[in-house]
């Protein structure tokens, strides 16, 4: 399924003074035309770090998304490889970990 949010890459931007705040970041993503545009201003009254920090973890959000994909697939296919009774954990804790990485994704796409 192809997500509905903004294609990557995003990336951080000093919004300088906005609203009375002089911290604030912008989070850019590509438009319909691959120019970037504002998707989200990161400002609130704590210390500096907090908001760049805020910032980066919105920007990563396509690469992790993209990842989290890939672990749920990885996780299926580690509970199809597992046997019962093995002295690893069985096929039922993985695909329970998978299940976790899917609501993830289902919470990212919005349909939970």
């Avoid at 997500?3 to 912008?26: A, C, N, Q």
């Avoid at 704590?46 to 697939?73: G, K, T």
Wanted: net charge negative; hydrophobic share 35%.
């Amino acid at each position: 399924m192809k997500p509905k949010f903004t294609p990557k890459p995003w990336h951080v931007e000093d919004g300088g003074f906005v609203d009375d705040r002089e911290d604030t970041l912008f989070v850019y993503g590509p438009d319909n035309h691959g120019s970037p545009h504002v998707m989200v201003g990161v400002s609130h009254n704590s210390d500096e770090s907090r908001i760049e920090a805020d910032a980066n973890i919105i920007a990563a959000a396509p690469e992790m998304y993209d990842m989290l994909i890939d672990a749920a697939r990885l996780v299926h296919n580690a509970g199809d490889e597992q046997e019962e009774g093995s002295t690893q954990s069985g096929p039922a804790y993985w695909h329970s970990e998978a299940f976790l990485i899917e609501e993830i994704i289902a919470k990212a796409r919005g349909e939970s």
